[in-house]
C-alpha cells in the first residue's frame, strides 16, 4: 500500500543552522501538508501546497520556514535560522484530491540545542 | 474560530474493556470530522470519520457519532485489545465544501491496553 515517507527519523541541528525536512508524498497526490507537534501539545498546521505553490499558511508559518517540490516527487521544509523553539516532530501528510483524507508519514523529530 | 478538545490522557485499560474517549468541538459552518491513531513508531492513521450531522464513523471495532447538538465526537469501542495501545487524535476538517483544507486537532489521548 503506498504509504508517506519522511527523512530522516530523528535530526538534531544547533540554534541557527538550517535545516531541511524531506517528505515523499504519495505519488498521484496533489495536495501537500506541513504539521507539526511540539512535545505534549497540539498537531499544529504549518503550511498546505497546492500546483506548486502554497495555498494556504498559519501564522506559525513566517519567513523562516519555506517549502519547495523540486522534483516532482520529494517535498519539502527548510527552517532558515532554526530557534529552540523549533523543536517538535514534524508531519508531512498529502491528500489526492479534494476529499477530506490526509495520509500522514511517520514524522520527523527535529531536537535544536 | 476551530478548535478542539479531548480528554486528557493516559487512558489505561484491561483487555476487553470498553473505550470511550471524549472529544468536542468549536467550529464555524460544516466541519467533518475525523478521528487519527499513531501506533508507536508510525505516522498518523485516519481511524473513522464523519462529514455531517449524525452520520456515524466506524472501523476495526471503533465508532463515532457526529453530534450537532451536543458538538462532540466521542470514540468508543466496545472491547480494546493490546494492539489497540496507540495515540488518538480527534480532528476537524473547518468546511467539508471546499475540501483539503487544513485540520484542526485535539493535543491527543495516550491509551494503553493491558493484558
Known amino acids: 500500500e503506498p504509504e508517506v515517507t519522511q527523512t530522516p527519523s530523528h535530526q538534531v541541528t544547533q540554534m541557527g543552522q538550517e535545516v531541511i525536512l524531506r517528505c515523499v508524498p504519495i505519488s498521484n497526490h496533489l495536495y501537500f501538508y506541513w504539521y507539526r507537534q511540539i512535545l505534549g501539545q497540539k498537531v499544529e498546521f504549518l503550511v498546505s501546497?497546492?500546483?506548486?505553490?502554497?495555498?494556504?499558511k498559519s501564522e506559525i508559518f513566517d519567513d523562516q520556514f519555506s517549502v519547495e517540490r523540486p522534483d516532482g516527487s520529494n517535498f519539502t521544509l527548510k527552517i532558515r535560522s532554526t530557534k529552540l523553539e523549533d523543536s517538535a516532530m514534524y508531519f508531512c501528510a498529502s491528500g489526492r484530491d479534494r476529499s477530506y483524507e490526509q495520509y500522514f508519514g511517520p514524522g520527523t523529530r527535529l531536537t535544536v540545542t | 474560530g476551530n478548535s478542539v478538545t479531548q480528554m486528557e490522557g493516559p487512558v489505561t485499560l484491561s483487555e476487553e474493556a470498553f473505550l470511550t474517549i471524549n472529544c468536542t468541538y468549536t467550529?464555524?459552518?460544516?466541519?467533518?470530522l475525523f478521528w487519527y491513531v499513531q501506533y508507536p513508531g508510525e505516522g498518523l492513521q485516519l481511524l473513522l470519520k464523519?462529514?455531517?450531522?449524525?452520520d456515524k464513523g466506524s472501523n476495526k471495532g471503533f465508532e463515532a457519532t457526529y453530534r450537532k447538538e451536543t458538538t462532540s465526537f466521542h470514540l468508543e469501542k466496545g472491547s480494546v485489545q493490546v494492539s489497540d495501545s496507540a495515540v488518538y487524535f480527534c480532528a476537524l476538517s473547518p468546511d467539508r465544501n471546499s475540501g483539503n483544507t487544513p485540520l484542526v486537532f485535539g493535543k491527543g489521548t495516550r491509551l494503553s491496553v493491558i493484558a
Open positions: 501546497f497546492y500546483n506548486n505553490e502554497i495555498s494556504e
Open positions: 464523519a462529514t455531517k450531522a449524525d
Open positions: 467550529a464555524t459552518g460544516y466541519p467533518s
